[in-house]
């Protein structure tokens, strides 16, 4: 086995492209001369594409979890109260980031597996008319579940004026995004899933509504003060030292984007998902999403007659395989397959090629190759990606 060879299939950090690697080793620049401001400048159009968005999307040097809590503390205030919409670990996140500042939090629980129901939410919200602003995740990574995002905000729009906020942290940049049109109010994500980047920036954008009640918010914040960030945009720079190395794989991933296309990046999510659903459907492995529910870009299953983590350990020991286990109550009783940003349908068939031969190792009676050859009739299926 190649000791430096790894095949990183988890839900983030994803692989990184060669070209990005190499963009990032670029020699450092002084973060306030001209071509910094440049960089930002050619960023911006590149963002703004991705999220579907005419706003300005602000770049923090910080996690996804830093975008999260930035959210919260420009939108809301202590007292306020808000709903999050719990579908797993990430939206239990949202709760306790709004918890530590002081916001009233209702909850809406989800089973761990199904979306949310915009219809229940709605149902919620006419009950509950103080509610100044809804969580929710868009692709819940604990479970892959995809959130139906669209049809949450024409529910909230319909029966209130709470802000719609969303984590996109896991799947935006690989599934379609349409902030505007959809009505969404802050969209949050960060580097290191779909953007195929390092951990350590985050990406935010808000509507003109957001903007409004984000200058009048009286909340006390320093680093994370949204406002400072989208007027240094507008002058080309940032409010503070930026991640610059990241910055230079940023625009090299954007430029990547750019060549492939918005939606054939979409398009080539929804594909790897089909063929690792349909692999481990002809493998008899349950899934623990249904296919409506399903997201793009991780894929949750639930074995019933072989060990998890025992599995792990075996294609991570035989191929140098990495992928993902459960979180809390999921711990041990799941495993979760990224396929994200740098990832294309030739890795997914290796993938699965490399897990069948584990799932023989840990005592799962199966039919050799048979999941990866539906995973080839998918791929014919659904056309050949470019």
Same mark, same amino acid.
Request: glycine share 8%; proline share 5%; with cysteine.
């Given at each position: 086995?190649?000791?430096?060879?790894?095949?990183?299939?988890?839900?983030?950090?994803?692989?990184?492209?060669?070209?990005?690697?190499?963009?990032?080793?670029?020699?450092?620049?002084?973060?306030?001369?001209?071509?910094?401001?440049?960089?930002?400048?050619?960023?911006?159009?590149?963002?703004?594409?991705?999220?579907?968005?005419?706003?300005?999307?602000?770049?923090?040097?910080?996690?996804?979890?830093?975008?999260?809590?930035?959210?919260?503390?420009?939108?809301?205030?202590?007292?306020?109260?808000?709903?999050?919409?719990?579908?797993?670990?990430?939206?239990?996140?949202?709760?306790?980031?709004?918890?530590?500042?002081?916001?009233?939090?209702?909850?809406?629980?989800?089973?761990?597996?199904?979306?949310?129901?915009?219809?229940?939410?709605?149902?919620?919200?006419?009950?509950?008319?103080?509610?100044?602003?809804?969580?929710?995740?868009?692709?819940?990574?604990?479970?892959?579940?995809?959130?139906?995002?669209?049809?949450?905000?024409?529910?909230?729009?319909?029966?209130?004026?709470?802000?719609?906020?969303?984590?996109?942290?896991?799947?935006?940049?690989?599934?379609?995004?349409?902030?505007?049109?959809?009505?969404?109010?802050?969209?949050?994500?960060?580097?290191?899933?779909?953007?195929?980047?390092?951990?350590?920036?985050?990406?935010?954008?808000?509507?003109?509504?957001?903007?409004?009640?984000?200058?009048?918010?009286?909340?006390?914040?320093?680093?994370?003060?949204?406002?400072?960030?989208?007027?240094?945009?507008?002058?080309?720079?940032?409010?503070?030292?930026?991640?610059?190395? %990241?910055?230079? !794989?940023?625009?090299?991933?954007? &430029?990547?984007?750019?060549? *492939? #296309? +918005?939606?054939?990046?979409?398009?080539?999510?929804?594909?790897?998902?089909?063929?690792?659903?349909?692999?481990?459907?002809?493998?008899?492995?349950?899934?623990?999403?249904?296919?409506?529910?399903?997201?793009?870009?991780?894929?949750?299953?639930?074995?019933?007659?072989?060990?998890?983590?025992?599995?792990?350990?075996?294609?991570?020991?035989?191929?140098?395989?990495?992928?993902?286990?459960?979180?809390?109550?999921?711990?041990?009783?799941?495993?979760?397959?990224?396929?994200?940003?740098?990832?294309?349908?030739?890795?997914?068939?290796?993938?699965?090629?490399?897990?069948?031969?584990?799932?023989?190792?840990?005592?799962?009676?199966?039919? %050799?190759?048979? !999941?990866?050859?539906?995973?080839? &009739?998918?791929?014919?299926? *659904? #056309? +050949?990606?470019?």
């Amino acid at each position: 086995m190649l000791q430096d060879q790894m095949l990183l299939r988890i839900p983030g950090p994803s692989p990184i492209p060669p070209s990005v690697q190499r963009a990032m080793s670029r020699p450092m620049i002084g973060h306030r001369g001209q071509e910094t401001s440049n960089m930002l400048k050619n960023i911006a159009p590149g963002l703004q594409r991705i999220f579907g968005t005419t706003q300005d999307v602000v770049i923090l040097t910080g996690s996804g979890t830093a975008g999260l809590e930035a959210a919260v503390v420009n939108i809301v205030k202590p007292g306020d109260e808000v709903l999050v919409i719990v579908t797993g670990a990430f939206g239990e996140r949202f709760s306790k980031i709004c918890e530590a500042y002081n916001i009233t939090v209702q909850s809406l629980n989800v089973e761990w597996g199904e979306a949310l129901n915009p219809i229940e939410i709605k149902r919620y919200l006419q009950e509950h008319p103080e509610i100044k602003a809804v969580f929710s995740t868009y692709c819940e990574t604990s479970t892959g579940v995809l959130n139906p995002i669209k049809e949450l905000a024409q529910a909230v729009r319909e029966v209130s004026d709470a802000l719609i906020v969303v984590d996109g942290v896991s799947c935006v940049g690989g599934v379609e995004t349409r902030m505007d049109d959809w009505g969404i109010d802050v969209l949050v994500t960060g580097s290191q899933k779909a953007f195929m980047l390092p951990a350590g920036l985050a990406f935010i954008a808000a509507s003109e509504r957001a903007w409004t009640i984000i200058e009048n918010n009286p909340q006390p914040r320093y680093y994370m003060d949204l406002v400072r960030y989208r007027d240094n945009l507008l002058k080309d720079t940032t409010p503070f030292t930026p991640a610059l190395s %990241l910055l230079f !794989g940023l625009e090299q991933v954007l &430029q990547l984007v750019d060549q *492939e #296309g +918005v939606e054939q990046v979409n398009a080539r999510h929804i594909l790897m998902m089909n063929m690792t659903r349909a692999a481990f459907r002809a493998l008899g492995i349950p899934l623990l999403t249904s296919d409506k529910d399903a997201s793009p870009t991780v894929t949750a299953v639930k074995p019933e007659d072989f060990d998890a983590e025992a599995f792990r350990k075996v294609i991570k020991q035989e191929f140098s395989l990495i992928v993902a286990g459960g979180q809390q109550h999921l711990s041990g009783k799941i495993f979760r397959i990224g396929h994200m940003g740098y990832c294309s349908p030739a890795d997914v068939l290796q993938t699965i090629s490399a897990m069948e031969i584990g799932l023989l190792k840990v005592g799962k009676e199966i039919e %050799l190759g048979k !999941g990866t050859a539906a995973a080839q &009739q998918v791929y014919l299926n *659904e #056309g +050949v990606l470019v």
